[in-house]
């Protein structure tokens, strides 16, 4: 089992930035990747970025060069979101995958999830 914490979520205006934080515990060891996702309202989750476990990033192309996903030497998972739009609104998900076969796209593909934090960007 692993355990995934996010924090961090707020509200800013259009060309900000927030940084979310995801803390793992549990049987992390087994973790093959992370991941960050989210729900905008009304739409179904979407993956945004991933890492993986020797540190490769992949990014959804609406967000490249606006965030970047980065993991800590104790499973700490970070986001760095910059010039915010409101577009990026929705409720951010933090993930774990155990599984081969994860991809950013396929959000099933991902086994373990965090009970969201809400990013709100204004206009």
């Known amino acids: 089992q692993v355990r995934v914490v996010e924090s961090g979520g707020g509200s800013v205006q259009a060309g900000g930035s927030l940084r979310l934080s995801c803390t793992a515990s549990?049987?992390?060891?087994?973790?093959?990747?992370m991941a960050w996702s989210r729900q905008a309202p009304g739409k179904e989750r979407d993956g945004v970025a991933t890492i993986s476990s020797d540190g490769k990033t992949k990014y959804a192309a609406s967000v490249k060069g606006r965030f970047t996903i980065i993991r800590d030497n104790t499973y700490t998972l970070y986001l760095r979101m910059n010039d915010l739009k409101p577009e990026d609104t929705g409720i951010y998900y933090c993930?774990?995958?155990?599984?081969?076969?994860?991809?950013?796209?396929?959000?099933?593909?991902?086994?373990?999830w965090g009970q969201g934090t809400q990013v709100t960007v204004s206009s």
């Open positions: 549990g049987s992390i060891d087994s973790t093959l990747a």
């Open positions: 993930a774990a995958s155990t599984w081969m076969g994860w991809t950013l796209t396929n959000t099933n593909t991902w086994n373990y």
